[in-house]
Structure formats: structure tokens, C-alpha cells
């Protein structure tokens, strides 16, 4: 079973940056559509940027795109989430998603994915 290990949260001035890093603990990675999610206290997990396997085609949550820029590295086994111009309401737990049953396309919803990180805080201040 694949693993994934998020990095790069923290805390952040309204309107800085932050890039996430997840990394898969399998070669196999760069065959599984991969996501970002996130999660803010009392709300549902939500999509945010989703890549395919080859890492053509991306796709954003509207309150992100602009913003947000989503790459893959598939010789390091890695997905990014560049973040910038942040804002408060960015603040939430940011997990690495990975579908590693052969789905293509963009995948949004939270039920195509069956691995996930541990997730990583970001807190944007105002």
C-alpha cells in the first residue's frame, strides 16, 4: 500500500506563499491521478486542485484557481501545491489524496481517492 507524507504548512501573512509537498513511498506513483484536499474546523473536507498521472491537465476548486498551481514530479515520486496570494479563509489541514486503482481523468470528489497523508496545518493570519 502506498504512503504519503505531506510537508510545507505553517503559518503565513495574509497575502505570502507556501508550497506543499507530498511525497508517495511507491514508483507506482506516477500511475494514480493525484489531489489536494483540504479541511477548515468545523467544515467538510474539500477538493482544491487535482493532476492527472501524466501531469497534463490540472484542475482548481473556483476559490482557489489564479491562485493555487498544482505540479507533479513523477522521478521524485512527488505532487506540489504552489499557494500564493493566501488568505485567511485558506486556513485549514491540507491532505494529499492519491486514486491507486487506475481511475483517469480529473477527479474531484473525495470518494475516488483511497490513499491519503496525514495532512499538513496552514494558517493564514490577517
Known amino acids: 500500500q502506498v504512503q504519503l507524507v505531506e510537508s510545507g504548512g505553517g503559518l503565513v501573512q495574509a497575502g505570502g506563499s507556501l508550497r506543499l509537498s507530498c511525497v508517495a513511498s511507491?514508483?507506482?506513483?506516477?500511475?494514480?491521478?493525484m489531489a489536494w484536499f483540504r479541511q477548515a474546523p468545523g467544515k467538510d473536507r474539500e477538493f482544491v486542485s487535482g493532476?492527472?498521472?501524466?501531469?497534463?491537465?490540472?484542475n482548481y476548486a473556483d476559490s482557489v484557481k489564479g491562485r493555487f498551481t498544482i505540479s507533479r514530479d513523477n522521478a521524485k515520486n512527488t505532487v506540489y501545491l504552489q499557494m500564493n496570494r493566501l488568505k485567511p479563509e485558506d486556513t485549514a489541514v491540507y491532505y494529499c489524496a492519491a486514486n491507486s486503482i487506475g481511475s483517469r481523468g480529473l477527479l474531484t470528489s473525495i470518494t475516488w481517492y483511497d490513499v491519503w497523508g496525514q495532512g499538513t496545518q496552514v494558517t493564514v493570519s490577517s
Open positions: 511507491r514508483r507506482a506513483f506516477s500511475n494514480y491521478v
Open positions: 493532476i492527472s498521472w501524466t501531469g497534463a491537465s490540472t
